[in-house]
Nanobody, 123 residues
C-alpha cells in the first residue's frame, strides 16, 4: 500500500527555522500535487502550501515569504523550509499527496496523509 512518512519538526524559538520532509512509499505510479496542511489547537486543518508535479507553488498569505515548499519527484518527496517562525505557526503539520498507485494489478488514484509532526514556536 501507500504510506507518507514525515520527519522534522520540534521546538524552536521565534525567528528560527525548521525543515520538514515527507516521503511517499509503496506501489506508486505517479505523484500529482503535494501539499502541507497544519492544525492548531481548537482550529480546523488548513492548507497553506501546495506544489504541483511541475513545480508550481502556491502559499497562504500567512506563510508567504517565510515558507518554501519544494519536491524531489525521483524520491516522491516534498519538503517545507520554514523561516522567521512565529508563535502562531505552532501546530501539527501534515503532508498530503494526490497520487496514482497500483493495487492488485489495477491503477487507483487516492489522497494520502502523513502521520503529522508537531511544530512548536516559543516566544
Amino acid at each position: 500500500q501507500v504510506q507518507l512518512v514525515e520527519s522534522g519538526g520540534g521546538l524552536v524559538l521565534a525567528g528560527g527555522s525548521l525543515i520538514l520532509s515527507c516521503t511517499a512509499s509503496g506501489t506508486i505510479l505517479n505523484v500529482n500535487a503535494m501539499g502541507w496542511f497544519r492544525q492548531a489547537p481548537a482550529k480546523q486543518r488548513e492548507l497553506f502550501a501546495l506544489i504541483t508535479a511541475g513545480g508550481v507553488t502556491n502559499y497562504a498569505d500567512s506563510v508567504k515569504g517565510r515558507f518554501t515548499v519544494s519536491r524531489d519527484n525521483a524520491k516522491n518527496s516534498v519538503y517545507l523550509q520554514m523561516n522567521s517562525l512565529k508563535p502562531e505557526d505552532t501546530a501539527v503539520y501534515y503532508c498530503n499527496a494526490d497520487l496514482v498507485y497500483l493495487k492488485n494489478g489495477l491503477n487507483y488514484r487516492g489522497n494520502f496523509w502523513g502521520q503529522g509532526t508537531q511544530v512548536t514556536v516559543s516566544s
